[in-house]
């Protein structure tokens, strides 16, 4: 009996151990009993809530019934993992659209007109108001309207600008001249016939962008670009033909859009005219558009018709760097068109309807949103290309970066191509007169731009240079030495001599005005003093 007593005292022992451990450790508790407190702003009332731990913010809404919606906001985010004392805030968010017409008021523009007295007053233009359609949007949190602005405008009718022409007459001595000289200046366009101080306002709109003006080859038509009224990456411009020969004429809409390299007149057109033009694709990147490189011809009723629209060259790559586009220009003659693109020069073959290519150029590369097309000029033999050519560069430049410009000659009756001036610039754009008496031959004189720092022709001015054909009797004769130089621009000469060579004039802008140089003299005469003008066909 003695010896069964110590088991019952080790027993016990073992259980007091085994409460004492356990005594130690914490409660096991699970995650799902513990709530934590929480308050919801929402719908203009606050709530206190009791949720489990671990829960998210998207769980509690939905626990609730609250269905957040798309522009609603919720603070913090949905996904976020709650905590004691949390403040979740729910923003009711909606918009709200109206529409209203508004009133465009016009622009009151002032037009210099040097042929008035100084001083003197004329309405050319009556101002028109302009009406828009504009979208608001007002924007409410919780009721509360937070803020209003314009969704989208739209242009219902554009405002036309009041014009009001004044006197700006120079003491500038007049000048007999050939011909009819056209102006770009404020938009609109001049003529001048007879003599320098005989002008006359074309155009009236003042929205002339001067891509293109071209007058038909009887002097009668002009054609011409104005700025859309679209945005600029929509619609670019717009063509245009006017009847100069009849005072009261129309502008005709040529239903043609987005030129920016060329548009002229056909000149073998008869008995009905032709336009020929190539197009663009308008882009919002820099430059503002993609070239097309194609070419179509285009029937224009006098009677403001307008025809059949004939395909000669389909879109195209336009070769490297072709997105800048391809220029066109008729010979004297009217039996050629050539071309000029960044790569190189050919001539269009109407009856093929392709491409002849003449000459390769090494296009310029200009690691900027533009490139060159070369300068490009018939002879008044029509026979004759004056281009503009890349030459090779100096030391290890690579090609495309050469800085070395020269003007060369291609003949299309031997495939001769001759270099006949070094060093002229990028911007040389050469122009050949008509053909000149000169004893018993005929001949013709090469205007052309000299740069004043060749190996930076791209930021440098510019002097007007006349030399002979084939590249002998050269002199600079415009601006004066030490004057600041020309702006790239392409010289326009007078259609023929006014007596005996005499009064053949060149004319140029500098400064913003027109001058007038005569070859034979090299004597300059200004003929405007606002600044204003854009651009000069003569023909």
């Not at 050949?432 to 930021?459: F, I, M, V």
């Given at each position: 009996m003695l010896a069964d007593k110590p088991f019952p005292r080790l027993a016990i022992l073992l259980s007091l151990l085994a409460l004492a451990i356990g005594g130690c450790l914490a409660p096991s508790v699970s995650q799902s009993n513990v709530n934590l407190s929480v308050s919801l702003v929402a719908d203009g009332e606050t709530k206190t809530l009791q949720v489990p731990s671990g829960s998210n913010i998207q769980q509690v809404l939905e626990t609730v019934g609250i269905t957040p919606g798309n522009l609603d906001k919720v603070e913090p985010r949905t996904y976020s993992i709650v905590s004691e004392g949390l403040v979740i805030r729910v923003t009711r968010v909606r918009e709200e659209f109206q529409t209203a017409q508004s009133i465009v008021p016009f622009e009151r523009q002032t037009v210099r007109n040097e042929s008035m007295p100084l001083g003197e007053l004329q309405m050319i233009q009556n101002g028109v108001n302009g009406l828009e359609e504009i979208v608001y949007r007002s924007y409410f949190e919780d009721g509360k309207l937070v803020n209003t602005d314009i969704s989208r405008s739209t242009t219902i009718k554009p405002a036309l600008p009041e014009i009001i022409m004044y006197g700006a007459q120079k003491p500038f001595a007049p000048q007999p001249i050939s011909g009819k000289l056209i102006y770009l200046a404020g938009g609109n366009a001049w003529l001048v016939q007879g003599s320098t101080s005989n002008r006359s306002l074309l155009t009236k709109t003042a929205d002339l962008d001067g891509r293109v003006l071209q007058l038909s080859k009887d002097g009668v038509w002009l054609l011409y670009t104005r700025k859309s009224a679209k945005a600029p990456e929509q619609e670019i411009n717009t063509l245009w033909a006017l009847n100069i020969e009849t005072p009261q004429a129309e502008p005709m809409s040529l239903k043609t859009s987005n030129i920016v390299h060329f548009a002229d007149w056909d000149p073998t057109t008869s008995p009905n005219l032709r336009v020929l033009y190539s197009t663009v694709e308008p882009r919002a990147a820099s430059p503002g558009w993609q070239a097309n490189n194609d070419l179509y011809r285009m029937v224009v009723g006098k009677n403001g018709n307008l025809g059949v629209r004939e395909k000669i060259i389909d879109a195209n790559n336009g070769g490297i760097y072709g997105w800048w586009g391809t220029d066109y220009q008729w010979s004297t003659t009217g039996s050629y068109l050539a071309y000029a693109r960044p790569d190189g020069v050919g001539i269009v073959s109407f009856k093929n309807k392709n491409l002849i290519h003449l000459l390769d150029i090494t296009p310029l590369q200009t690691r900027s949103d533009w490139t060159l097309i070369p300068g490009l000029a018939w002879g008044a033999d029509g026979r004759t290309l004056f281009v503009v050519t890349h030459a090779p560069p100096p030391g290890l430049v690579i090609p495309e970066e050469s800085p070395n410009f020269d003007l060369s000659a291609i003949s299309l009756d031997s495939d001769i191509n001759v270099r006949i001036t070094k060093q002229s610039g990028m911007f040389a754009y050469p122009s050949?007169?008509?053909?000149?008496?000169?004893?018993?031959?005929?001949?013709?004189?090469?205007?052309?731009?000299?740069?004043?720092?060749?190996?930076?022709?791209?930021?440098?001015?510019?002097?007007?240079?006349?030399?002979?054909?084939?590249?002998?009797?050269?002199r600079a004769v415009f601006p004066d030495t030490g004057s600041r130089g020309l702006l790239p621009q392409t010289p326009v000469w007078a259609p023929n001599p006014l007596y005996d060579g005499k009064g053949d004039f060149v004319a140029v802008l500098y400064q913003g005005n027109l001058w007038l140089i005569d070859a034979s003299t090299g004597l300059s005469y200004q003929v405007t003093a606002d600044g204003l003008i854009q651009k000069i066909i003569w023909k």
């Open positions: 050949a007169s008509g053909l000149r008496p000169e004893g018993t031959e005929r001949s013709y004189l090469l205007a052309y731009l000299q740069a004043l720092a060749p190996s930076q022709s791209a930021s440098s001015g510019y002097r007007l240079v006349l030399m002979d054909r084939d590249g002998s009797n050269r």
